[in-house]
């Protein structure tokens, strides 16, 4: 094993768990924060993947910026209309040239772009419904040695940290399948639910509550009494999905604004909620795991959008994630482990300033009893630190 400076150390407080009251969330694909991480980060892939293409390395630039302003629209039963479209910025940098090539990057960002908003808003007709536009600085190919040529390590570009967790909560489980399996299987056969869907979990004791917030798609809803039959479906689905994940009691609620006597309904022409005063930014929706957990430490780092090479707020907040969940894996006896990586700009990725991991471990399991197996699990997965680059360019690890 090598050199490198880790810490393992009992938790000071609670497994999750075992705490009174837990708060998780998720903000679907669909919410405009997450609309604008999902183009961020395509446009990030799509550069870096040129880039490789093109000179066989990664070159300086960032789209971690971009930002949503909402539109309007008129909402009805059986489809309404768009009256001012969404707009997208997407801002950034970016480098231009390079061994004097000149790199259409803004034709390369605006190609990505529009291809996930169409892969990803089926009810969102980009150019008419949603314009993008962009943005991106100058970058600098003389950047281009921190990035680690001829295979070398890349240097940290600043002085940041990465935080990571494993294994989820029940709550935390509950919710991240409860959007992904409503954007996903669910959608299949049931058009009239939006891509965007927001889950809030609390559990209290042993009761848990699960909140969603599910746009509904005008064009699928013929009137007030199909809309509440959709509803009630999105409940009983999420219902029988939490039984998957726990035996605790799971009560779900869904769409609790709504007002029927008012006809006040979440009814939505384009599935998302952008079309109608909310705007969206990258990186203030889910961190890096999928998920928004105050119960637990968290970086403010914007994930989506840096580029992979030596960035710490992508790199760190991904990896640690990654390195948590090998761990538990790899070693029996802990029941919860959290993990911070600390860079130092200037030094190699794989030489974090301090690894730092606390761990809640089994009864009758002690720290002393597994120490050296998760230093070395920590240690190879730092070698192996790199390989993270490759993962996010080919669209493995998801950014939120």
């Given amino acids: 094993m090598t050199e490198r400076n880790i810490h393992v150390q009992p938790s000071a407080g609670h497994a999750v768990e075992d705490q009174a009251v837990e708060i998780v969330e998720r903000k679907g694909i669909g919410h405009p924060d997450s609309i604008c991480d999902g183009i961020a980060e395509t446009v990030s892939r799509a550069l870096a993947q040129e880039y490789l293409d093109r000179f066989g390395t990664v070159l300086h630039y960032n789209t971690d910026e971009s930002q949503l302003v909402a539109g309007t ?9 768009v009256l001012e479209p969404i707009y997208v910025l997407i801002v950034g940098r970016a480098t231009k040239s390079y061994e004097g090539e000149r790199i259409p990057t803004e034709t390369i960002a605006l190609a990505a772009a529009r291809d996930y908003l169409e892969a990803n808003f089926p009810y969102l007709d980009v150019g008419t419904d949603i314009v993008v536009d962009i943005r ?32 989820l909560s029940e709550t935390e489980q509950i919710v991240e399948a409860t959007e992904q399996r409503l954007n996903g299987e669910y959608s299949v056969n049931h058009p009239e639910v939006g891509q965007d869907i927001k889950v ?18 005008d064009r699928h809803i013929d009137d007030l009494a199909a809309y509440r039959s959709a509803v009630d479906s999105v409940r009983t689905y999420v219902e029988d999905c939490a039984t998957e994940y726990t035996d605790r009691d799971v009560t779900v609620h869904v769409n609790t604004a709504d007002d029927y006597d008012d006809g ?43 580029n992979p090479i030596n960035h ?56 002393e009893d597994i120490d050296e197996a998760v230093r070395a699990t920590i240690d190879e997965e730092l070698a192996n630190v790199t390989s993270v680059t490759r993962r996010v360019i080919d669209g493995e690890l ?3």
């Avoid at 040529?149 to 940290?161: F, H, K, Q, R």
């Avoid at 009761?207 to 509904?216: F, G, L, N, R």
């Fill in 73 to 81: 629209a008129a909402p009805a039963f059986g489809g309404g209309e």
């Fill in 312 to 367: 710490i707020g992508k790199i760190y907040n991904l990896l640690s994630t990654e390195v948590a969940k090998s761990v538990v894996e790899e070693v029996d006896g802990i029941r919860e482990l959290q993990l911070r990586l600390l860079s130092q700009i200037g030094s190699p990725i794989d030489q974090p300033h301090v690894a730092d991991a606390e761990l809640v471990t089994e009864d009758g399991v002690t720290i």
């Fill in 200 to 217: 809030m979990g609390k559990r209290e004791g042993d009761q848990i509550d699960v909140t969603v917030a599910a746009a509904m798609v």
């Fill in 398 to 400: 998801s950014t939120f």
């Fill in 136 to 167: 991106l600085g100058e970058g600098s190919g003389d950047l281009q040695e921190v990035f680690g040529e001829d295979g070398a390590v890349p240097m940290a570009n600043d002085t940041s940290y990465g935080v990571g967790h494993a294994p």
């Fill in 264 to 306: 006040a309904i979440y009814l939505t022409t384009t599935g998302t909620s952008a079309e109608q005063g909310d705007d969206g930014s990258v990186g203030r929706g889910n961190r890096a795991n999928g998920l928004i957990t105050p119960n637990r430490p968290m970086s403010m780092e914007a994930t989506s959008g840096k």
